[in-house]
């Protein structure tokens, strides 16, 4: 039932990445939009979400928040929608959809924010330097159709929106191996069901 399944969300948010998985995952859920700095902060969801961020799911009386994390729990949850490789074949799965969660997010964040890890200290920054993060993440997309092997998973739901978001938002340069990938996963029917329902993103 959709009540057994809450998704809170902003579309201006990184609740469309999770909106994007729950659309492929195919089940049933109920939508509780909110917004910043209002619903957001209300009691009732920082009983939720003690970070007032979105988005969050709550699957009966599990609650998941990152989502990075909610994409796994989902793939783990709905094995039928075959979103995770087998348990022995997840090496990929794992590393790439926790690359772009960890150092991708944190490149990106800081280079936004006009930070630029001193020559000479790059193994003090988790992900070294954004020039090779970016570089990293372009090998990864070139070696074959989908980041953890031959079948698409949530691992290029995750791993996929940060490289589109990325080029759309001008934070990470359009190579031909990015558009090629990205352009591959918004085929997707499900893809294009979540923008359907959140909206384009802004320009």
């Known amino acids: 039932m959709a009540e057994d399944l809450v998704f809170y969300t902003n579309p201006m948010s990184r609740g469309r990445i999770v909106r994007w998985m729950l659309e492929e995952v195919g ?7 909110l917004e910043y700095g209002t619903t957001m902060k209300a009691p009732a969801y920082l009983a939720v979400n003690p970070m007032g961020k979105v988005p969050a799911i709550k699957h009966g009386e599990t609650v998941v928040t990152e989502a990075a994390a909610i994409c796994a729990y989902l793939a783990d949850a709905f094995p039928q929608a075959g979103l995770a490789p087998p348990p022995a074949e997840r090496g990929d799965y794992y590393r790439w959809m926790f690359y772009a969660a ?9 280079k936004s924010l006009g930070f630029v890890v ?4 790059e193994s ?25 092997g031959d079948r698409f998973s ?16 001008g934070s990470i340069e359009r190579r031909p191996a990015f558009e090629t990938y990205w352009a591959r996963l918004v085929a997707r029917p499900a893809y294009a069901r979540a923008t359907e329902l959140d909206g384009p993103l802004p320009s």
């Open 27 to 33: 089940q049933p859920y109920r939508t509780e939009v």
């Open 102 to 110: 960890g150092p991708v997010e944190s490149a990106v964040l800081s």
């Open 118 to 121: 001193p020559e000479g200290r």
């Open 124 to 148: 003090t920054a988790g992900y070294g330097s954004f020039e090779a993060v970016v570089n990293t993440l372009e090998q990864a997309v070139g070696r074959r159709d989908y980041i953890a």
């Open 154 to 169: 949530a691992a290029d739901v995750y791993f996929g929106s940060q490289i589109g978001w990325g080029m759309q938002f």
